[in-house]
């Protein structure tokens, strides 16, 4: 073995040598894309969180749904809920992350980006299509697809601005003057490969209109693809890209090198390779087969062993930096982020047990558990390379350090007191739901204790987030106030020597540096990791399609229903509302049936949900009135004391769009829907004779309303859901 | 049901043998790797972003206006 040593530290020589041999090179790191980016997180961030603090509040004061006003039915929950989670992904953290590459992965590779033109195309391009969310969410422009809400074209735009992204980075790395590149830049490459294989997958859709699309996959299916996404989204956007960001920044902020590089690499890969794997654990007890259920659930608890990995590496490189974390406010950052990091992914892989999950799904403790990751890790993280990168890139100090530590204590206290009550509500949630008495009969029958229940914890998320709140926006004057004490140095110079072309790895030693300096390569292998995941998970959910068990008594939407659908989607009822009773006593004798794979498969989108604020709706049909629908939909309070429902009167106003029926019926046929050909020509006139029935019916109770109103569409919608079974069984019993 | 969707793929049972084999020569390699690679090289590797700067403690005020 030691003639194979000693290769190794000849080889090592060589390379050092080589270096040094080279003429140095001067050139500058552009800093001020950074500044644009980072500028851009703050604003977004400011408002995704005042937009988040609103929501929040109109959960126990649906008065702030200001549903009577003109603007109504642009600021009610289901419509801001969307424009929050994607400002906060997509613009602060998205924006965030952007500046945090920018910064780290110049200085890394010894080189500017690529070219400044494709770094203000990726910046602009990016912002437009923030700018694009934040008028279209509120319209109800939606997919409806968790944190794929936006419609196909801004889907288009968003691959066209990543692409931008990738070829900017790749095109760096591949011009490099640091012929190795730290495991910071995996993690950034990982982050391109994966997000955009993510967004491709998921954004498959037939175009109805501009504004209008319906997902290329129904049912079950497309629940899988989503959370496939949306469990990824997770990873490597709001992750693997802040890995990277803390394996620079946090040895900068400690001025010690990480703890161990060697746990850093099996942290990377085995990241990368398993956590693609982990996301039917979203949909565990749903109508996805069980051995994708399983499947999930191994490899989310096999997760908690790199996460781990990566959170130790990280709090260890402090070692012997304590007592500066008792005064450096950027490491208190770091020091919390991480072990938010640490927290979540831990909670994540429990959450995701078959046993947990049962308590914890639809409730309000998947909320604490995202916003520990939130707020803790991307927020804090975030603010902590704030807090570092802008004194730097003005070249001044910040300008008051207990400013600083205000804004950290008001932001772990805000974490604090938005998390734990979270949690206490989604506990009381379950046990609410669940509870029966010794005669066998649920004892909160009534959906609407539980909500009644918890307001006060709801009053006490909000405090946690108006205290985080209130910590960006000290921060964000303190910032500011640093930019003007400084002056921004937008070229800040630098020097190093190019790469030597005639680089020849010596014998021995090839295996060791076998991936560090082949970024193509390294693409390749990060890209074949995530896919083996995806490919073992989703191929056989695809073969299902002729498996899943077809019930010859569920037909396709009529248009009426079909035209409900859509405005249960524009208003986004999902927010709030599963379509999906899990096989539990508790909840088939609070809702009924327990939900088939074989009822979904015209839903295109599927409309499960992920949180139920109000009880579920998959078997709503038949269950209530008309005249009930129409009166709860306009005053819920009134109809049911104490629901914190926002009421919907521009129903009762607008029309039914009946020129898009005969192309939603068109566009539904190509993506596999039995609609016979030459429907859609006949489609409105069914829609119209369904709609007299159900305004003749509300009739009867003495309402008057037209044919035309957009509540018509929407009771002839929620009075079908979950009855094709029953109608099934209707039929066996004659 | 999952027995339906599997009976219906050809060849399913090398499905989880396929799964295993990447899963484990993938972690041995991974293994293999990292224990192997030169110390002197992961010294090289860590002091990378080290090398830029000179670090400075990041909060140090010029002057307390609060």
Known sequence: ?734 | MYKNVLQSMTDVAVWPIISFVIFFAFFITLLAYVFLVDKKFIQYMKSLPMDDETPKSSTETVNRHV
Not at chain 1, 445 to 471: C, D, M, S
Not at chain 1, 494 to 510: R, S
Not at chain 1, 525 to 551: C, D, Q, W
């Open chain 1, 1 to 734: 073995m030691q003639p194979f040593f000693a290769l190794l530290l000849l080889s090592q020589n060589n390379l050092n040598r080589c270096t040094h041999a080279m003429e140095i090179e001067k050139f500058s790191y552009d800093n001020k894309i950074v500044k644009a980016f980072m500028i851009a997180s703050v604003i977004f961030g400011l408002v995704g969180m005042l937009v988040g603090l609103t929501a929040a509040i109109q959960l126990f004061y649906p008065i702030f749904n200001f549903s009577d006003s003109p603007v109504g039915q642009f600021v009610s929950f289901g419509r801001i809920r969307p424009l929050h989670t994607n400002a906060i992904i997509f613009a602060f953290v998205g924006n965030a992350m952007f500046a945090g590459v920018y910064y780290s992965m110049q200085r890394l590779l010894k080189a500017r980006m690529l070219s400044d033109t494709l770094s203000w195309i990726h910046f602009w391009g990016w912002q437009l299509i923030i700018l694009a969310a934040a008028i279209t969410l509120p319209l109800g422009i939606t997919t409806s697809k968790e944190y794929a809400e936006l419609e196909w074209p801004i889907d288009i735009a968003i691959a066209l601005v990543w692409v931008v992204f990738g070829i900017n980075m790749i095109g760096t790395i591949i011009k490099r003057r640091e012929r190795h590149m730290y495991v910071a830049i995996w993690f950034y490459i990982a982050t391109f490969v994966t997000v955009a294989v993510l967004h491709i997958v998921n954004s498959f859709e037939m175009p109805v209109s501009f504004f209008k699309s319906y997902s290329w996959y129904a049912g079950v299916q497309d629940a899988l693809v989503q959370w496939w996404y949306g469990h990824n989204a997770v990873a490597f956007f709001l992750t693997t890209p802040f890995l990277g960001i803390m394996y620079y920044f946090l040895p900068k902020a400690a001025n010690r090198p990480v703890y161990s590089y060697r746990l850093s690499i099996i942290h990377f890969w085995a990241l990368i390779f398993i956590y693609i794997w982990a996301g039917p654990h979203h949909l565990l007890y749903s109508t996805l087969p069980d051995w994708a259920q399983s499947l999930g659930v191994v490899f989310s608890i096999m997760l908690i062993a790199p996460s781990w990995g990566g959170m130790l590496n990280g709090l260890m490189t402090l070692r012997g930096a304590w007592d500066r974390v008792r005064e450096d406010a950027v490491l208190k950052f770091m020091v919390v982020a991480i072990t938010a990091y640490g927290m979540a992914t831990l909670e994540g892989p429990l959450l995701s047990l078959k046993n947990v999950n049962a308590i914890a799904h639809f409730t309000d403790w998947i909320v604490a558990h995202v916003h520990v990751g939130g707020l803790g890790w991307n927020g804090f993280l975030i603010f902590a390379i704030l807090y570092w990168t802008v004194p730097r890139m003005w070249n001044t100090k910040l300008y008051s350090s207990k400013l600083a530590n205000i804004h950290f204590w008001l932001g772990t206290l805000g974490i604090i007191f938005y998390a734990l009550p979270m949690y206490v509500s989604g506990v009381t949630q379950s046990l609410m739901w669940k509870e029966f008495n010794p005669e066998g009969f649920l004892v909160y029958k009534n959906f609407l204790e539980t909500t009644v229940q918890i307001l006060p914890l709801h009053g006490l998320r909000a405090t946690g987030g108006l205290l985080y709140l209130t910590g960006a926006i000290i921060m964000t004057y303190n910032l500011v106030k640093t930019a003007y004490a400084g002056s921004f140095i937008a070229n800040e110079p630098a020097e190093a020597a190019p790469l030597a072309k005639n680089y020849v790895i010596k014998t021995g030693g090839w295996h060791y540096r076998l991936l560090e300096h082949k970024p193509m390569l390294f693409t390749v292998l990060a890209l074949v990791a995530i896919l083996i995941g995806g490919v073992i998970e989703l191929v056989p959910t695809f073969l299902i399609k002729s498996n899943v068990p077809t019930i010859a008594s569920v037909k396709p939407y009529t248009p009426l229903e079909l035209q409900g659908r859509d405005i249960y989607i524009r208003e986004g009822c999902v927010s709030c509302h599963s379509q999906l009773i899990r096989p539990f006593r508790s909840e088939t004798e609070r809702y009924g049936e327990y939900s088939k794979s074989g009822e979904f498969v015209y839903d295109h989108p599927f409309l499960w949900g992920s949180k139920r604020t109000g009880p579920d709706l998959h078997r709503v049909g038949g269950k209530y009135s008309n005249t009930w629908h129409y009166n709860h939909m306009l005053a819920p309070d009134a109809v049911s004391t104490g629901s914190i429902m926002p009421a919907y009167p521009w129903l009762f106003e607008q029309s039914i769009d009946k020129a898009s029926t005969a192309g939603k019926i068109s566009a539904l046929r190509t993506v596999g829907v039995p609609y016979p050909e030459g429907y859609e020509e006949t489609a409105n006139a069914e829609l119209e004779q369904q709609a007299e029935t159900i305004t003749a019916s509300l009739k009867k109770d003495g309402i008057e309303v037209s044919s035309d109103a957009e509540i018509v569409a929407v009771i002839a919608y929620l009075q079908r859901l979950g009855t094709d079974i029953k109608a099934e069984k209707v039929a066996v019993n004659q």
